[in-house]
């Protein structure tokens, strides 16, 4: 029998949000496949685990999912981590889940934090659907052109490095204008955590109100715009605009997800612009 691959959440700042499920799979696993093995054996080690670390990160994801699939199939247990939050999701992991789908291999997700759904919950936007749209292009003619296309009737939440949350909270003023509202959430579940719900004209003046602000991890919350009615996103549009900064694959994911086109409809047509 082959082993599972399972899909851990672990803290986003807090080493007491690791869930009692998470610390018996982690300890119970062959392998733990981590993006950083040192920030890991942090974790592992403040709950008395211990478990053989690989690195599985962005430079040589493919290359340590070959070995861990063959570990799997051999009936080994492994534990997929990131460095904070949910695997997969704006972190690596998820070629090697889909290497282990394709293998026929169990895939077992254990839920646990994800800074874009606590932002979320804390946000006050009440929505039945919401859109992640994870890392904004770190050059500005790219961010400004992605952002065109995310003008929705539903919030949008961004992941921002400390370097460029300036730069972006410029352009989403420039993009959305000064009374729409934003939540900004910043170092969350850690000592200097904060969540400030405010219109984007007063967001670089929150920023810069106290030393040190501008550094940690920040999730922002865009909240929504108008409802538009009587008339249907232009679907080549938003593939077009997403295109700029994005490969085909994630540029017609978000675009399925903006205008509710087939995503294979909008990969094929994305694959046509690209030539």
Known sequence: ???????????????????????????????????????????????????????????NERAAADSLIRLLQEGKDVALVSDAGTPALADPGAWLVAQAHAAGIRVSPLPGANAAAAALSASGFAASRFLFAGFLPAKAAERRKALEALDLACPVVFYEAPHRIGDTLADLLAAFGASRELVIARELSKRFEEVARLPLGQARAWLEARPGREQGEFVLVLGPGEERRGAELDAERVLRVLLEALPPSDAARLAARITGRPKSELYKLALKHGK
């Open 1 to 59: 029998m082959t082993g599972i691959l399972h899909v851990v959440a672990t803290p986003i700042g807090n080493l007491s949000d690791l869930s009692a499920r998470a610390i018996e799979t982690l300890r119970g696993a062959d392998v733990v496949a981590c993006e950083d093995t040192r920030t890991t054996r942090t974790l592992l080690a403040r709950h008395g685990i211990a478990a053989r670390t690989v690195a599985l990160h962005e430079h």
